[in-house]
């Protein structure tokens, strides 16, 4: 798994492509495939000047499209869409690198009030640790030539401590934090304030400001003045530009105030003055100039161009038509960034990340960073990406209902699985292509015409020949979809089924209890719903089978409840829940949970199991500390078995409704072979998810 860190900024101009680029290089010391990835981009039709910069530095062969997410626009348009697009992005990437460098959203042109927030959970999605960086000069200042005024101490702190408090709302991990362009001569008091707000052991670095790096280059300056280089060589267009000076004195009093990398603005018809400043920049003794601006729609006469060729003058003049104050003002507010045409600045950058950043402890702490969040966008993907790996073949029995057909068209545009869908052919095609739908490569069969039917007839009559049933009640029953589609899950012609869109639970299940039968060792068909948190999964059981489980079934439960968190990552800790914690309850039910947890330890001794919990000790690490002190579970639940269908049902759709949880289930557990319940509510995205969990149910056998 690649090792990855987030940079991202509560605020725009702190310089974190400079960071980028010096964590860049720190990380192509560990490994020899280190790439980037930016999440949000401005616009498909042009590229990412921040991403084709730091990949131009990285070792990744990683193409530019495989390394970039979504647009702003397409973010604004669905978030949930966006993130998982995100993430799929993300992930594609980590298999071609050993270290990916995430350079979130810069405040470019669409900043938004809750783009760090964003940026935060993006960050916890792709489960990649935050470097925060903040910037080290005030922003409310007008930048004069990339310079502004510094902030002090505690200033920065209170950015900081409002950063770190954000990223931890969205569930973010924070690695670091990074003060860019800090005061040179505060960085101590700098690093200490911000220390004591962040994270115990979080750690705290300062760079200070460098205002070469953010002096805009000669052609910045063109560009801001709406320039055109009219003499001059363009190769010194790259030069940065550190002062000004405005030439509207004689040429004797403005030789003196010529200043090292400056720009000097002159009215057009002051030739000699031109003249001057252009000799000197050539002669010894005075300073090297960064460009000439003239300004005003005087044309140069024909001597003075002679001259000028004639002393071979190099430096650049560049011609604007504004007046001498908007000149001015348009250059002093240019901005510099950084390009690949100034290889000063690149430099220059990585020397003082170096010098100032702790780059063997950055390395360190991203090794040592083991994410413990999950997200519901990860679960997705990671339960998709098992889904079409598992390349398993599903019966959809319901293939005459339109969710069925339009989770079908996606499901096979996917390849999350093959299909089989039951019904009529003729109609369920035409009803797909009313609908747009491309369910060509699914199989169609129609229980009533099909040849199997006659096959499955005497299968089902042989199995249920103990319960007096003929071959002509064995072919009445072939003909429900239910029944013919677990047959072909059954007899191996389909690795799973899933149906209750339009039927019943009973109705799903009872064919399968009638002749696929229960897993060696298990008592009982169960249930459970896979609840996506904001920054976990967790799995509750039994919410959907079983009324009223003994303590016999309430232990196998538990047992294929952890045996099914297993199977899709959830490291199982199972609760078994009641109205009282450890012996501090009695009664009925209590008792029965008391033995279903005793019969879990001896059946499955290597299960980290609790009982009898109440939910809040369960979920809870300070409650559980305090009323199971000691406990492995209480306080880090992962699996919750319910005492009883009433409560298990009412939980977990409170859960869903009142922490906005995403319920994926319910998966039923205990069979022989995968088959899995919808409800009749359940939407297209319910059957996409349950389609997906049976294939991997089949691809784990």
């Known amino acids: 798994?690649?090792?990855?860190?987030?940079?991202?900024?509560?605020?725009?101009?702190?310089?974190?492509?400079?960071?980028?680029?010096?964590?860049?290089?720190?990380?192509?010391?560990?490994?020899?495939?280190?790439?980037?990835?930016?999440?949000?981009i401005r616009s498909r039709d042009e590229r990412d000047r921040v991403l084709e910069l730091l990949r131009g530095r990285a070792t990744s062969e990683a193409s530019y499209e495989d390394c970039i997410g979504v647009t702003y626009e397409e973010l604004a348009r669905n978030a949930e869409d966006a993130m998982a697009a995100i993430v799929s992005a993300y992930r594609a990437l980590r298999e071609q690198c050993d270290a990916i460098v995430v350079v979130g959203s810069d405040y470019t042109d669409v900043a938004a009030p809750t783009e760090l927030s964003t940026n935060?959970?993006?960050?916890?999605?792709?489960?990649?640790?935050?470097?925060?960086?903040?910037?080290?000069?005030?922003?409310?200042?007008?930048?004069?030539?990339?310079?502004?005024?510094?902030?002090?101490?505690?200033?920065?702190?209170?950015?900081?401590?409002l950063g770190v408090a954000e990223l931890h709302e969205e569930h973010a991990s924070v690695l670091a934090t990074l003060i860019n362009r800090a005061d040179a001569e505060a960085l101590e008091s700098i690093v200490a304030a911000v220390g004591a707000v962040v994270p115990e052991g979080s750690a705290v670095w300062a760079i200070p400001e460098e205002p070469m790096l953010v002096a805009p280059p000669v052609s910045e300056v063109m560009r801001a003045v709406d320039g055109h280089l009219v003499r001059g060589s363009e190769e010194l267009l790259s030069r940065e530009v550190t002062q000004i000076v405005i030439a509207g004195m004689s040429m004797t009093n403005v030789l003196?105030?010529?200043?090292?990398?400056?720009?000097?603005?002159?009215?057009?018809?002051?030739?000699?003055?031109?003249?001057?400043?252009?000799?000197?920049?050539?002669?010894e003794g005075f300073p090297t100039l960064g460009a000439i601006v003239l300004n005003g729609d005087f044309d140069l006469s024909e001597d003075v161009e002679r001259l000028l060729d004639g002393v071979g003058a190099v430096l650049p003049v560049i011609r604007t038509p504004h007046g001498t104050f908007e000149t001015a003002q348009r250059v002093v507010h240019s901005r510099g960034l950084l390009t690949e045409e100034s290889p000063v600045k690149f430099d220059t950058a990585l020397a003082l990340f170096h010098e100032h950043v702790d780059t063997q402890d950055l390395r360190e702490r991203l090794r040592l960073h083991r994410g413990s969040v999950r997200t519901p966008a990860m679960f997705a993907y990671e339960l998709f990406s098992r889904a079409a790996q598992a390349d398993a073949h599903i019966v959809l029995p319901e293939g005459s209902d339109?969710?069925?057909?339009?989770?079908?068209?996606?499901?096979?545009?996917?390849?999350?699985?093959?299909?089989?869908?039951?019904?009529?052919?003729?109609?369920?095609?035409?009803?797909?292509?009313?609908?747009?739908?491309?369910?060509?490569?699914?199989?169609?069969?129609?229980?009533?015409?099909?040849?199997?039917?006659?096959?499955?007839?005497?299968?089902?009559?042989?199995?249920?020949?103990?319960?007096?049933?003929?071959?002509?009640?064995?072919?009445?029953?072939m003909a429900d979809v239910s029944y013919f589609g677990t047959m072909l899950v059954h007899l191996g012609l389909a690795d799973g089924m899933v149906s209750g869109a339009a039927n019943t639970t009973a109705h799903t299940i009872r064919p399968s209890l009638e002749f696929i039968k229960t897993k060696p060792g298990v008592s009982v068909v169960s249930s459970v719903f896979f609840m996506a948190l904001a920054d976990r999964v967790l799995v509750y059981g039994d919410c959907a089978v079983n009324p009223d489980p003994n303590a016999a079934q309430l232990a196998d439960i538990a047992a294929s409840s952890a045996e099914t968190a297993e199977q899709?990552?959830?490291?199982?800790?199972?609760?078994?829940?009641?109205?009282?914690?450890?012996?501090?309850?009695?009664?009925?039910?209590?008792?029965?949970?008391?033995?279903?947890?005793?019969?879990?330890?001896?059946?499955?001794?290597?299960?980290?199991?609790?009982?009898?919990?109440?939910?809040?000790?369960?979920?809870?690490?300070?409650?559980?500390?305090?009323?199971?002190?000691?406990?492995?579970?209480?306080?880090?639940?992962?699996?919750?078995?319910?005492?009883?269908?009433?409560?298990?049902?009412?939980?977990?759709?409170?859960?869903?409704?009142?922490?906005?949880?995403?319920?994926?289930?319910?998966?039923?557990?205990?069979?022989?072979?995968?088959?899995?319940?919808?409800?009749?509510?359940?939407?297209?995205?319910?059957?996409?998810?349950?389609?997906?969990?049976?294939?991997?149910?089949?691809?784990?056998?």
């Open 1 to 40: 798994m690649a090792a990855s860190i987030y940079l991202t900024s509560a605020e725009g101009r702190t310089g974190k492509s400079a960071v980028a680029l010096g964590v860049l290089d720190a990380l192509k010391a560990d490994v020899p495939r280190v790439g980037v990835f930016r999440p949000v």
């Open 568 to 701: 899709f990552g959830v490291d199982p800790r199972i609760a078994m829940l009641s109205y009282s914690t450890g012996a501090s309850g009695s009664g009925a039910e209590v008792d029965k949970v008391r033995e279903a947890t005793a019969l879990v330890r001896a059946a499955h001794p290597e299960l980290l199991v609790e009982g009898p919990l109440q939910y809040d000790a369960a979920i809870d690490p300070e409650t559980g500390a305090s009323k199971l002190p000691g406990s492995q579970v209480a306080g880090h639940a992962t699996v919750f078995i319910f005492p009883d269908l009433n409560t298990g049902n009412n939980t977990y759709k409170a859960v869903q409704r009142s922490a906005g949880a995403i319920a994926v289930g319910p998966v039923l557990q205990g069979l022989n072979k995968p088959v899995n319940d919808l409800s009749r509510g359940a939407t297209v995205q319910d059957i996409l998810n349950t389609v997906a969990i049976t294939a991997v149910q089949a691809g784990e056998r």
């Open 402 to 477: 339109d969710r069925i057909l339009r989770a079908a068209s996606t499901l096979l545009a996917r390849g999350v699985a093959r299909l089989t869908l039951l019904g009529e052919e003729s109609a369920i095609r035409k009803r797909g292509a009313e609908l747009g739908l491309a369910i060509d490569s699914a199989t169609v069969i129609d229980p009533e015409t099909s040849p199997l039917r006659e096959e499955f007839a005497a299968e089902y009559a042989r199995l249920r020949a103990h319960k007096g049933v003929s071959l002509e009640d064995a072919r009445d029953r």
């Open 120 to 161: 935060a959970r993006i960050a916890a999605n792709l489960d990649s640790p935050v470097l925060l960086v903040v910037g080290g000069r005030d922003m409310a200042d007008q930048e004069v030539l990339g310079q502004s005024s510094a902030r002090d101490a505690s200033e920065l702190a209170k950015v900081v401590e």
């Open 256 to 283: 003196p105030r010529l200043l090292e990398g400056s720009v000097v603005v002159i009215a057009a018809d002051r030739a000699e003055t031109l003249l001057a400043v252009s000799i000197a920049h050539e002669a």
